[in-house]
């Protein structure tokens, strides 16, 4: 069983930057794929970025590539997501998840039904 909790939301204007971490507790985190996804009001839970287990591999949704980093810290049970160039249209609230069966050392999963764990969610307003 592992435990996933997310921090760092908050708000901010649009063109800020906010960093959110998850703390994942148990000692198999570092075999676990860890992804991030989000929910609008209204809308449905839709794939932000994920990292494989070794941090070597991350995927991105085309809405935030190139504004969003994904990165873990699999010494310290952690993962991040670094928002930087924040639109108001990224306001959602913000889910960390853990895949913990990844179907290879190079495959990332986008699809929210293949990831096994969730965190509570960390609320993310950009006001505009």
């Known amino acids: 069983q592992v435990q996933l909790v997310e921090s760092g939301g908050g708000l901010v204007q649009a063109g800020g930057s906010l960093r959110l971490s998850c703390a994942a507790s148990?000692?198999?985190?570092?075999?676990?794929?860890m992804g991030w996804f989000r929910q609008a009001p209204g809308k449905e839970r839709e794939f932000v970025a994920a990292?494989?287990?070794?941090?070597?591999?991350?995927y991105y949704a085309a809405s935030v590539k190139g504004r969003f980093g994904i990165s873990r810290d699999n010494a310290k049970n952690t993962v991040h997501l670094q928002m930087n160039s924040l639109k108001p249209e990224d306001t959602a609230v913000y889910y960390c998840?853990?895949?913990?069966?990844?179907?290879?050392?190079?495959?990332?999963?986008?699809?929210?039904?293949?990831?096994?764990?969730w965190g509570q969610g960390t609320q993310v307003t950009v006001s505009s």
């Open positions: 998840a853990a895949d913990s069966s990844p179907p290879g050392p190079h495959t990332i999963r986008a699809r929210g039904y293949e990831y096994d764990y």
């Open positions: 148990g000692r198999t985190f570092s075999t676990y794929n």
């Open positions: 990292i494989s287990w070794s941090g070597g591999n991350t």
